[in-house]
């Protein structure tokens, strides 16, 4: 069982920009992809971002392509959301999680809420007009 912990969120200008991490911990012998998640009031939860365990694969929501950047930090086990020019619509609760991966998926991002294993507790991220 992986341990996330999120920060980096807050309040933000529209147009700015907000970098969102993710601190996971636990037994050193898990390969895991990651992704990113977020649900905003009377919404239910959905994929922003993920990125494959060998990082050489991601996958955006439309709504978030070529403004937002998934990264991670193998030596850290640390995954990182940069969001750039963000919208007062990306307001939300922001949620990493991760999806333990066997050696046939290490290339696999999955979009599926379902399919992830850990979730951070999640940080708000709060953009004004």
């Known amino acids: 069982q992986m341990q996330l912990v999120e920060s980096g969120g807050g309040l933000v200008q529209a147009g700015g920009s907000l970098r969102l991490s993710c601190a996971a911990s636990?037994?050193?012998?898990?390969?895991?992809?990651m992704g990113w998640f977020r649900q905003a009031p009377g919404k239910e939860r959905e994929f922003v971002s993920g990125i494959s365990w060998s990082g050489s694969h991601t996958s955006y929501h439309d709504s978030v392509k070529g403004r937002f950047t998934i990264s991670r930090d193998g030596a850290k086990n640390t995954g990182y959301l940069q969001m750039n020019s963000p919208k007062p619509d990306d307001t939300a609760v922001y949620y990493c999680?991760?999806?333990?991966?066997?050696?046939?998926?290490?290339?696999?991002?999955?979009?599926?809420?379902?399919?992830?294993?850990?979730w951070g507790q999640g940080t708000q991220v709060t953009v004004s007009s």
């Open positions: 636990g037994p050193t012998f898990i390969r895991y992809a």
């Open positions: 999680a991760v999806r333990v991966v066997d050696d046939s998926e290490y290339e696999m991002v999955s979009s599926l809420p379902s399919e992830y294993d850990s």
